[in-house]
């Protein structure tokens, strides 16, 4: 039987409604490679120069972000990335005395982290109290101890409001109240996918905005309500509608390589934040285990029933875990993984010619493909390097296959 449904059904019925343009995922495109003048991959400036909107705080360093998740976003992991100038959303669950030990140990990571919140009242009071907190820093970054330069106090001066459904009005008042408390510090805010929220959230106060509704790699949105937007049109999307009103955005979840770093800023990211990518290192949180002679660390979504265990005594009646569980094989030092994005986004731009991370997005041209690699030899076969020192080459080491940490469906995390 066949069933013809013209428009004008559609219109009576008045519940359906189907976009028909194709949005894209990052597994649907590449980047066309153009003419470029740059003899080296050294040559490329992965350093930008933001200043916000609403806090008027201006910030310089490589915009690529740890994702507020508690396996990934540890004050272990944001002394290794301010290193490199690169940016940590440190988890909502540390205490405000864990906070006052860290930023009087390590002042020079204080314009490189955040403060993470969700929008109940305790998680509203620990975030004035955590902003509250005043560091002496010299004009080097360093604490006046250390230091040469005239001291002066700091405080943390970012926040990431951070809930998993950010169209709820209650978030958008929320976000309100933060900017009216703390009228100086730059506000993250998210997530959502499309422009009209995106506008919504930059009007109400927000300097930045998360995209991202269900890319993640241990998050299970998408299969549990059916909701979410490929992530790059949503990006792509958003960056539009912040950009006209002076906002920026934050590629928030989908990467799974350097190559993805590289799609999301060519398509308009301001910044790129990741978690899973980030997971399995000495720096990620977790116990180390093992299991037929290979170390691995647990990695699970913030939504899943073990984050839930671990923070809210369980799962409660009326919800459904979101996210899930896995054992990533244990990579050693992130130093590794961070010196791999960088070097793949330098790489990125010096083939679309962009001598700074500035250009990416103007050079950056995309084509629909059908592959994105050749996949003649299985994972188990692939290689990935190996923790190493800084500028020296890697050790190809094996990856291993592994599965849910409650025995369910056979996964690979790639190293």
């Known amino acids: 039987i066949i069933f013809s449904l013209t428009c004008s059904d559609l219109f009576c019925v008045g519940m359906v409604h189907i976009e028909n343009d194709v949005k894209l995922d990052f597994k649907d495109v590449l980047i066309r490679p153009k003419r470029s003048t740059l003899r080296s991959r050294a040559q490329v400036d992965l350093n930008r120069t933001f200043t916000f909107k609403h806090s008027g705080m201006q910030w310089t360093g490589v915009p690529v972000m740890v994702a507020n998740m508690d396996t990934t976003g540890t004050f272990e992991m944001a002394k290794v990335l301010s290193a490199h100038g690169m940016f940590t959303c ?90 009216q408390a703390l009228p100086h510090v730059t506000i993250l805010a998210g997530n959502v996918v499309t422009g009209e929220m995106t506008e919504e959230l930059i009007l109400s106060g927000a300097d930045l905005v998360k995209v991202g509704i269900g890319p993640g790699s241990v998050c299970t949105t998408r299969k549990q309500t059916g909701v979410g937007y490929p992530q790059l049109s949503a990006v792509i999307e958003c960056a539009d509608a912040a950009h006209g009103l002076g906002g920026c955005i934050v590629s928030d979840g989908g990467v799974t390589c350097p190559g993805d770093f590289a799609k999301a800023f060519g398509a308009g990211a301001d ?109 188990l076969l692939e290689l990935a390097p190996a923790p190493r020192a800084r500028g020296e080459p890697g050790t190809p080491r094996c990856l291993s296959q592994i599965g849910g940490a409650s025995g369910g469906e056979r996964e690979w995390i790639s190293g």
């Open 271 to 379: 910044f790129v934040m990741a978690g899973g990518v980030f997971s399995g290192h000495d720096e990620s949180s977790g116990e180390m285990f093992e299991r037929g002679g290979k170390k691995f660390k647990l990695f699970y979504g913030m939504s899943s029933a073990t984050a839930m265990q671990k923070h809210s005594g369980g799962l409660a009646e009326y919800r459904s875990s979101e996210g899930k569980t896995v054992e990533v094989p244990y990579r050693g030092p992130v130093e590794s993984t961070v010196l791999d994005i960088a070097g793949g986004l330098r790489s990125a731009c010096t083939y679309v010619g962009a001598s700074k991370l500035k250009e990416m997005s103007r050079r950056t041209t995309f084509v629909r493909v059908t592959q994105q690699l050749n996949e003649v030899f299985a994972p």
């Open 90 to 179: 440190i988890h909502k669950h540390y205490t405000v005395e864990d906070w006052k030990v860290f930023l009087e140990a390590n002042p020079q990571c204080i314009s490189n982290i955040s403060v993470s919140a969700g929008t109940s009242d305790s998680d509203f009071g620990k975030l004035l109290q955590v902003c509250a907190l005043k560091v002496p820093v010299d004009c080097n970054g360093c604490s006046s101890a250390a230091g040469s330069g005239e001291p002066t106090l700091a405080s943390v001066r970012w926040v990431c409001l951070d809930v998993a459904n950010g169209y709820s009005e209650h978030f958008v008042e929320f976000v309100r109240k933060v900017r």
